[in-house]
């Protein structure tokens, strides 16, 4: 079992940055591949970015170039750097812990924190 605790979420404007972090215990991450998710009000819950267990990452289209992922094995935490924000990226953040490998979808998630709301206003 792997408890997940996201922080680090809350009321920016557009264009500014925030840092979640995702900081684990039960288990060590090292071993697991992970990722992080969101869902705005009235919308699925959706794939944001992942990073394996070597450190390889890949990102969502609508984040590639603001959002970076990265992982401290040494904190059992994992990160997620978010630059210039919009309005859009509202939504809660989760993060995950992957079945076998680093998650895309909800189906290859293991484990899930309980989420931080991140909120954009214009």
């Known amino acids: 079992q792997v408890q997940l605790v996201e922080s680090g979420g809350g009321l920016v404007q557009a264009g500014d940055s925030l840092r979640l972090s995702c900081a684990a215990s039960?288990?060590?991450?090292?071993?697991?591949?992970m990722g992080w998710f969101r869902q705005a009000p009235g919308k699925e819950r959706e794939f944001v970015s992942r990073i394996s267990r070597g450190g390889r990452t890949y990102y969502a289209d609508f984040v590639k170039g603001r959002f970076t992922i990265s992982r401290d094995n040494a904190k059992n935490t994992v990160y997620l750097r978010m630059n210039t924000l919009k309005p859009e990226d509202t939504a809660v953040y989760y993060c995950?812990?992957?079945?076998?490998?680093?998650?895309?979808?909800?189906?290859?998630?293991?484990?899930w924190g309980q989420g931080t709301q991140v909120t954009v206003s214009s």
């Open positions: 039960g288990r060590t991450i090292s071993t697991y591949g």
């Open positions: 995950a812990v992957g079945r076998s490998a680093s998650p895309a979808t909800p189906d290859e998630v293991a484990y």
